[in-house]
C-alpha cells in the first residue's frame, strides 16, 4: 500500500466513521476528531473481519467499514458513559 493509497484509505474511513457516529444513539467524548479515530480503527478491523463485499471507494469496501466503526463506536460510547458515572 502506498501513501496514496493509505491517506485515501483514512479519508474513506474518516467518512465512514461520521456516517457511523450518525448511527448510533450514543456520544464518542471528544468530538469528531475522537470517533474519527475510533472509526478508523474500527473501518480497519471490520475490513479485516468481513473481507471485501459491498462497493468499494479508493480500494476501501464501503460496507465492512461501516459495520466496523458502528460497531466500534458503539463500545467506546458504552464504555465512557460508564467511567463518566462512575468518576465523582
Not at 464518542?28 to 473501518?43: C, D, E, L, R, Y
Not at 462497493?55 to 467511567?83: K, Q, T
Amino acid at each position: 500500500m502506498g501513501i496514496l493509497a493509505f491517506i485515501l484509505f483514512l479519508c474513506v474511513a474518516a467518512a465512514c466513521a461520521y456516517l457511523a457516529e450518525r448511527l448510533v444513539p450514543n456520544v464518542v467524548p471528544g468530538g469528531f476528531f475522537t470517533s474519527a479515530i475510533v472509526g478508523i480503527i474500527g473501518a480497519w478491523i471490520g475490513g479485516a473481519l468481513l473481507g471485501h463485499m459491498g462497493p468499494e471507494l479508493a480500494g476501501v469496501s464501503l460496507v465492512p467499514c461501516i459495520v466496523g466503526s458502528a460497531a466500534l463506536v458503539f463500545l467506546v460510547s458504552l464504555c465512557s458513559r460508564g467511567f463518566r458515572h462512575r468518576v465523582v
